[in-house]
């Protein structure tokens, strides 16, 4: 290997890992508000993929009926839990935000049928689309059993994911997709050819970063969330519904999921399971961060894609070896560092 | 019920096993070998999880360890079925010793996660390395023989099945009775508990872990040699989740609910392969994953609750719950 291709592995690397830097911020976030370990992250991310490419070839993508389903399901769940706490004046709120709301893309994808729109309101189109799915989820499946131990949360958000998968083959069926590229020009950099994409990728990572940074440093629901993740009872007293909490982060963790997919869409061909390798991937990062750590976490996703672009020119048939095969050390390390402070909060 | 109830009871059901071949149907026979062959990773797990408090999601890459060891070496080098036990046993322990090693002293949920890499880091690997055919996987492996008599037909697999099923069974029976069983039981009431009664609790997981992959590995060598196939599928995660599936609905804190597990979840899938394509031909395959993961997580979602359900779920709940030996429930917080 010559500083070349090691150059252009390292660059490839880096806008892999920036992708999953998004992903495991996400990761963190759901995590600290919600101690849940939301393993179908991963989907969301493949699911803007998929719902792109369907706009855009024009045809109505399956996440209109996702959606829609959990709509409903979501909607009976909270009218029952409403009227079953003697609220029925309340009903009106729960038909907005788990009824009207989430349906309001599907019905812009209802009017735009057959045209094919331009790439900035497509993106935004299909990151409109997959926003609800995540907060659905979580009012379905979650919300039920919020106060349960981070084990029983993971247990059942692995079934989740699961699930989703399924449900991805059924809705987009079993076809992978490529979108156009976002940008097809090209730089050259001290006789390297960078690509445009490239770092588009590494940019809207770093910017988005900031813009999760400065939310919680500097407004005022950036800090309620903070202090939901903080405690959770101490949030409340001082006026914070962890419910509302749960639901905001979902929805800032949804977008930047949705963000990575549009980001990888062009880069790699998505299938309706790609999410759970790469959302496993921002986990190793997300582990190296300790679950709760941002930049550490950002810093590992980064090591993990660049671990990744060089594992596939050494062994490609191997890599995903190599990449999960990595936690063991860094698990070792991280047992040796602060396994005692882990198990005496496993639950809390 | 009596110690001597219970006995009875327990010949009764063991000679109801061993008349089955002659009452049931050949098919039939051959869903008691699934579930006999899936209830050995259940018990494993409720060693593990249930009694000892460790979530695993990996069980099925321990599975596919030693089914994989016991096929190459049966036919790529031609030796006895039952070496390929010994190689199996060895290996699997091997792996489960270095694996548990390094994560163990991870508390909860890290080591739950770590259990999903290195099950997918193990099932890649049975998918690209070469000399156990990468996603082909190995075919022809050949039955395991006793005393110059091959054990091909399903009925004659089924009487070993079983009778290292009702072995297990009777092991760990004794094993929770004794001394080293009574230090994993106390390994749910917390790290501070099990150290001041002089326990090293550390020793005593990786114990665990090792038995429950032992289990596994048992559960693999049947399957390569009752299948006379191995290829990757079968050691996914997902399958992995399976298993821990079969687990928690036999209930999680008793052995027997190994079994009854296997049986439950083993029966159901095979309904759902009989009736989905006729409520929903072309996408059954995908659609079975999306009925039993909706049926897991409503379980683990009645489970905490529901106690009169009966499927004795709540130890899961417990299990989980408790890994602190708490008892008591946290405020509900929405």
Redesign the interface.
Known sequence: MDTEIAAILAMDGIATGAIYVLIGLGFVLIFAVTRVIFVPFGDIAAFTALTLASLETGRSPGTVGLVAALAVLALLMESFTLLKARAPHLLPRAFLCYLILPLLPATAVWFSAGSILAMPERIALSLALVLPIAPLLDRVVFRPIADASVLLLLTVAVALHFALVGLGLLFFGPEGVRTEPLTDANFEVGGLVVNAQTLLIVGASIVFSALLFLFFEFTLLGKALRATAINRTGARLVGIRPATSGTIAYLLASLLAGISGVLIAPVATIFYDSGFLIGLKAFVGAIIGAMASYPMTALGAVLVGLLESFASFWTSAFKEVVVFGILIPVLLWRSLSLAAAEEEETDE | MTRFQLRLAGCGAILLLALAPLLLSPFSITLLNYIGIYALVALGLVLLTGIGGM?S?GQAAFVGIAAYATAWLTVKEDCSPWLGLVLALLLTGGVAAI?GA??L??????L???T???G??IY??FG?LAIVGQFNGISDVPPISIGGFALVSSVSIYYLIWTVLVAALLLAANLLGSRQGRAIRALRGG?IMVESLGINPFRIKLATFVMAALLSALSGWLYAHMSRFVSPAPFDV?VG?LY??MAMVGGMGHLLGAVVGAAVVTLLKNSIQDYLPIIAPG?SS?????V???L??LL??RA?RDRALRIEVSP??EA??S??G?IS??????
């Open positions: 979530l999601f694996l390094v994560t002293r991870l508390g909860g949920h890290f739950a996660l770590s999903i890499a290195w997918l880091a890649f690997l690209n790290r997902n989740i821990l599936l996408a995908q659609l079975e994953i999306v039993f993961a909706v897991f997580i683990l979602q905490r899961i709940g989980i719950g890994y602190r708490r429930r946290p405020p509900r917080a929405a």
